[in-house]
């Protein structure tokens, strides 16, 4: 019985420590992306929406191949729950919760507008995202010098307002909404959700220009044609080319060494006999 004892009494300790979670807060633009890690004893996800007093939605359980709402990759240490692009119905507090519901960490998400500054010529076009709304979701404001102007509200494109605004706007289901700039294209885009909520606030400027190559824009500052650089530079790659065939061909000559003697013949030399007596040499005159 008194083992039994300390074993509650550790267990008790033990989920007294778990319940102290960890506290964060971040911050996205609306139509980032929302990346959780969950701990090794986190056995669900819930999220309480900030919009929404008392409500508890819960989005992972342990064990599910699927999640309610985004998805969950890795495993261990590295498993982790996204949620590709937030909008402000996802502001809220994300709680990991253990097998016995008590707390391990919560995470407060904050949404914010996108801000996002675009360049463009004349007669060109640029688009507009939804950034994580609905194409019917969305009302586009335009802010010039002469006031504002509603280009789409709800999806539906305004045209009885398109001729104070003087460009052509066309939606598009995945890719949000087109505009192609004219002389009066120059202001700020603001994108609303259905609550009125801003989403994005696109600043467009026009330009009569894109920005080129810095090397060609400092010849020309400096009175260089463009031309004569390039061909300077074939001349030059040429020259290289040249001189690298050259010494490969070079390096690949075998020299081999000379068949013949070299120089004047070495001196003849008798090699001397064995040492031994020396012997009278008679001579025999034959009659």
Request: charged share 20%; with cysteine.
């Amino acid at each position: 019985m008194m083992w039994i004892a300390v074993v509650l009494l550790a267990a008790s300790a033990a989920l007294h420590v778990e319940s102290y979670g960890v506290h964060g807060r971040e911050r996205l633009a609306h139509g980032r992306m929302l990346k959780i890690y969950l701990s090794k004893n986190c056995h669900s996800l819930v999220f309480e929406p900030a919009h929404d007093v008392g409500a508890r939605n819960v989005y992972w359980v342990k064990g599910r191949t699927t999640s309610t709402k985004g998805h969950v990759s890795g495993t261990g240490s590295e498993r982790r729950w996204y949620l590709d692009k937030v909008t402000y119905e996802d502001e809220g507090s994300y709680i990991q919760a253990d097998l016995w519901d008590n707390l391990i960490s919560t995470v407060r998400v904050v949404v914010t507008p996108r801000h996002i500054y675009e360049k463009r010529m004349l007669d060109e076009s640029f688009y507009i995202s939804m950034e994580g709304i609905q194409l019917y979701e969305a009302t586009l404001v335009y802010t010039g010098e002469d006031g504002n102007v509603t280009l789409v509200r709800d999806g539906m494109i305004q045209q009885g307002n398109l001729i104070n605004f003087g460009g052509q706007v066309k939606t598009h289901s995945y890719s949000g909404i087109e505009i192609t700039l004219t002389n009066t294209s120059q202001g700020l885009y603001t994108l609303r959700d259905r609550k009125g909520r801003v989403v994005s606030i696109t600043k467009m400027e026009l330009t009569d220009h894109h920005d080129g190559n810095p090397l060609l824009a400092l010849l020309l500052l400096l009175g260089i044609p463009a031309g004569v650089c390039c061909c300077c530079r074939k001349k030059i790659f040429k020259k290289k080319a040249t001189m690298a065939t050259t010494n490969q061909s070079t390096s690949d000559t075998v020299h081999l060494p000379p068949t013949g003697p070299v120089g004047p013949s070495p001196p003849y030399t008798t090699v001397p006999g064995p040492a031994g007596p020396v012997r009278p040499l008679f001579l025999v005159r034959l009659k």
